[in-house]
């Protein structure tokens, strides 16, 4: 029986889309009939299995400064052509590339329930932001693994159109999606456990079934030489925020830290802040917020001379059921903020 | 059981650099004896344990 010809829409950037370099970042969404610039190499590859009947183009920039609505725009360009699946880039080690084919690919698999794929280098940020929500192939860094990351997009997507499995990461070249999924064996788990182990005695290669979590090896800061001369930031993840939770900040999966000015507060009032955090009981630090964030007594060690200054903000989120990348990127723009402010050392306060 | 110096022990998580079992002014030194320690491991490299 002759399989059903694939209809493939194509998302491209606006340098792969051949409208311009970053000049032309910004151009909106449009669509174009048919393949464009390396949609003519998913043409290539998909040979008789389908047609790229759309092309869509968008402009890094377009995308990166508001990405949920630009992602909406897309879909609504993408739906009248009614695609069995749709592929994004490659974008290789392009961020704001990357991140819009992961939020593409995310939109239609959400939306249209239909396959996509997109291909990207490890580093992109695209890929830890979306692997789990699309097959991102593995790819190098430039352009060179045009041809091969292709050919990876187009027989997963294939696959899935018909109904197919798709193989393992590390058999189809993409990005582990953090699924398990349930496998039959001729060995019984005890038996295949004592092969890893043995293998693994004898220095052998193994591959382990789950993944273990990887944990980052951070340099700790160097000593603070002269604290009498330092400014000196409070943190915390315990939820403390001004009263009514202006920022929103979440109490569970926090997604966003708040910064409130302590500038000429001597210690902090009851009155002025509250708990948005799920996981302790708030009472104690409802009675006195500096039992959390110890304000009182930071301004009386700069008063004394003991530290140079207290950094006129203190940062705050929710540790609560934090996704690890969401959390990692509040760290981070916690760190850029302190250093960008010429604060010396932070003490984080956590519940 | 993760150690390091720069990972001072809190009081208790409901109230981490406060007792409310303790008079005001005695649960702000024993605040201040907590910061103090946090300020030293600031002074020292970071060591594990």
Known sequence: MQKKSLRIVHYLNQFFGGVGGEDKAHIEPQVIEGAVGPGMAVQNVLGEQGTVVATVICGDNTFAEKIEETAGEVLELIRPFQPDAVIAGPAFAAGRYGIACGAVCKAVQEQFSIPTATGMNEENPGMDLFREYTYIVKTPKTGIGMVDAVSKMVSIVTRLADGQRVGKPSEEGYFSRGLMTNDLSAQTGAERAVAMLLDKLKGKPFESEISLPQYDRVEPAPKIQDMGSATVALITDGGLVPTGNPDKIESVGATKFGAYSIEGVDGLHPDDYEVYHIGYDPIFVHEDPNRLVPVDVLRDLEKEGAIGKLHNKFYTTAGAVCIVENIRRIGQAIADELKAEGVSCAILTST | ?49
């Open chain 2, 1 to 49: 059981m993760v150690g390091s110096n720069r990972i001072v022990k809190a009081h208790k998580i409901v109230t981490p650099v406060g007792d409310p079992h303790l008079e005001p002014e005695v649960e702000k030194i024993f605040r201040h004896s907590l910061i103090e320690k946090a300020l030293d491991a600031l002074k020292e490299d970071a060591k594990g344990e």
